[in-house]
């Protein structure tokens, strides 16, 4: 048998070998005449931590819900594990959820939560205690086994609703904006416990989320949703990077939008010609047709230079005002106006203290990009 | 402000002072009272008139002869047993018909509840006594009940319900469903759906989830439920007299027998206490329910 290399970077969905474990084939739900997920097909693997992301309403619920058998499609196929969902309920299948509001059987002890799942299995008496146990242990919860939800804090019911949905050793863990409900501290350290959970029991997770900075953090791939269609499925330093579309550059991250006319050089990059009697502007355009069209430029605060001084380089350099800063402590962002009105943010590290800050209201600046740093993209 | 807050405070003490205690130490007074040929029917009665020595001579009259006198007809006790065993079945028959009503109505889509709510209460806009007469009317040998089935083909003969046991269970089930209803209606409607889901999610079916999830969730609902048509159907007068036959035991019909056709006051009453300290048990049961419930929705 040949096995394939082992690679140092976990990246499936680029191995045609591999086969996923989750398959949707143009998946299509409506409720009545509303379309929530329209013509999905989407492909996850085992031990992926795929998020889901999208303002409410895109559907990434429904799609999970799909996964869950809570709802069955209005067309299409889904495959778990090479076999069609279509006709099984949800206590048949090897997939468990961790639901929004945590589900947790208020009249049950933390405990009795935890083993509910394995006495449906009719699993030995002595076998669920061990893995009760073993639950408990990992979430850190052996403490508090006695006591009913309504008695722990609202950090350690989500952990008790993840030891529960993890507890039948599931081939597959959905997560329902697991997250929501805990303040911003507490959700940081969850998000690396989630990774190390998913890490240490390898159980292929998929969470659905509207924060993207937690689909960032935890995610394997991200697939961004918007009114039931998948805009884009990528990895989170490709999404970042090399958005496909202008709604997913804004959707993601902080970002500046020029729009203007392409000209392709025909060496990949194009010159977006801006505002009049300026320079055009020189990126590489992956996503955009390689023909003459309005398109829209965008480049990320943080890859805008920002200087006192005119730059040695002659491209992607302009001139401007500083309109507004402002300070965060670790960066700061100076919003710039260029000649013709637009505005453009550029976000710099303060690695020197405040004081020894040479830039300030109404200061003439000058922004400058490398010809890589931005993407052109259609409209 | 003192005296304000002293006067809203006592106002439920002297409402239940005038309209609970002092009526409930008459009753009792009669109780330990004789009967007379006199008005009214008992002696002693209090003369304060006559001072302290009158008001000595009256209570050296009371006596307890009235409730000895309830252990030695077996009538009583009879019908003290036929009645809980009437109100525990009826009970239980409420609980059966009542509890999927409750299911359907929290299940209904919401635009449908309140015109449901509103079925269960309308009964109520008529004079209960109205409507017991009317279930003599479908009940009766020529009621509609008998003409329906005879119409159907199901019976030959026109059967005999009124004046039975029967008509007795029919008529408190009617009367008192709501009252099992609404409390089981106001637990499930608080339900959170997302359990059910969660309980189907970790292997159950739908039903093993209604047994683990949905009954254990309406527990409180279900004694409340329970204990408001048990009470009142304990000592129910209107519906046996109405629609039981001579047959039919209850306490309530043996009370009123007792005050108004054999005009023994003193007994009625020792009737009455009794079956108010029978009722002692799940009143105050059905207090610490209630209580557990305000405290589990805190």
Not at chain 1, 185 to 213: A, W
Request: charged share 20%; with cysteine.
């Amino acid at each position: 048998m040949n096995q394939p290399a082992v690679s140092s970077t976990f990246e499936p969905w680029t191995d045609p070998q591999e086969t996923p474990l989750i398959s949707f084939k143009s998946v299509t739900k409506k409720f009545g005449t509303f379309t929530a997920i329209n013509d999905v097909t989407l492909d996850i693997y085992r031990q992926e931590f795929f998020a889901l992301l999208g303002p409410s309403g895109c559907g990434k619920t429904t799609l999970m819900r799909m996964l869950g058998g809570f709802e069955t499609p209005t067309e299409g196929v889904i495959t778990i594990d090479g076999k069609d969902m279509a006709n099984i309920p949800p206590n048949k299948r090897a997939v468990n959820m961790m639901f929004q509001s945590y589900a947790l059987f208020p009249h049950l002890t933390v405990r009795e939560n935890v083993a509910f799942g394995l006495k449906r299995d009719n699993m030995p008496k002595a076998q669920i205690e061990e893995r009760v146990e073993e639950m408990l242990n990992l979430v850190q919860l052996q403490n508090f086994s006695q006591r009913k939800p309504h008695q722990i804090s609202g950090g350690q019911r989500q952990r008790v609703a993840l030891a529960r949905s993890l507890a039948k050793a599931p081939k597959l863990l959905l997560l329902d904006e697991p997250l929501g409900a805990l303040d911003k501290k507490l959700r940081q350290d969850t998000q690396f416990e989630l990774m190390d959970i998913q890490e240490k029991t390898g159980t292929t997770f998929v969470i659905v989320t509207h924060d993207q900075e937690e689909a960032m953090t935890v995610a394997s791939r991200i697939a961004v949703m918007d009114h039931g269609e998948l805009i884009q499925v990528e990895t989170p330093g490709r999404i970042y990077e090399s958005p496909n579309s202008v709604y997913v550059a804004d959707f993601i991250g902080d970002v500046n939008l020029i729009e203007g006319n392409t000209k392709p050089r025909g060496d990949g990059k194009t010159e977006l010609f801006w505002a009049e009697g300026q320079a055009p502007l020189v990126a590489e355009c992956p996503h955009a047709p390689d023909v003459e069209a309005r398109c829209t430029f965008a480049i990320r605060p943080e890859k805008v230079n920002i200087s006192k001084e005119r730059p040695d380089t002659q491209i992607n350099v302009v001139q401007g005002k500083i309109h507004d800063i402002a300070y965060l402590g670790n960066i700061s962002t100076y919003k710039v106006e260029l000649p013709n009105g637009t505005m453009v943010k550029a976000q710099t590290a303060n690695n020197r203290r405040l004081a020894r800050r040479d830039l300030t209201w109404d200061d003439d600046v000058w922004l400058s990009w490398t010809e890589t740093a931005g993407i052109v993209l259609d409209q | 402000m003192n005296f304000r807050r002293f006067f809203l405070i006592s106002v439920p003490y002297v409402w239940l002072l005038i309209l609970f205690l002092i009526p409930f130490g008459i009753v009792l007074k009669i109780s330990l009272s004789d009967t007379a040929l006199a008005i009214p029917p008992y002696t002693p009665t209090l003369d304060l008139a006559g001072g302290w020595t009158s008001i000595k001579e009256f209570f050296s009259q009371l006596d307890f002869e009235n409730f000895a006198f309830l252990t030695t007809d077996d009538l009583y006790w009879k019908s003290y047993l036929s009645s809980l065993k009437i109100a525990f079945l009826a009970t239980f028959l409420c609980l059966l018909v009542g509890f999927p009503i409750a299911y359907g109505m929290a299940n209904a889509p919401d635009e449908w509840r309140p015109t449901l709510m509103m079925l269960v209460i309308l009964p109520f806009w008529t004079s209960f006594l109205i409507r017991v007469y009317a279930w003599m009317g479908i009940l009766s040998q020529e009621g509609l009940l008998n003409q329906f089935l005879i119409w159907l083909g199901v019976i030959g003969e026109p059967l005999t319900i009124l004046n039975t046991n029967v008509a007795v269970y029919i008529g408190i089930v009617y009367t008192y469903c709501p009252f099992m209803i609404l409390p089981i209606y106001s637990t499930l409607e608080k339900l959170d759906g997302s359990l059910l889901e969660a309980g189907e999610d970790l292997g159950c079916s739908r039903t093993t989830a209604f047994w683990l999830i949905t009954v254990p969730l309406s527990k409180s609902g279900i004694i409340a439920g329970c204990f408001l048509v048990f009470i009142p159907a304990l000592g129910e007068f209107v519906i046996p007299t109405l629609l039981g036959g001579s047959g039919t035991l209850m306490i309530g019909k043996v009370l009123f027998e007792e005050f108004f056709s054999n005009r023994d006051w003193p007994v009625a009453s020792a009737v009455a206490i009794v079956l108010l300290l029978i009722l002692i048990i799940p009143i105050v049961l059905y207090q610490r329910n209630e209580q557990k419930m305000m405290e589990a929705e805190q």
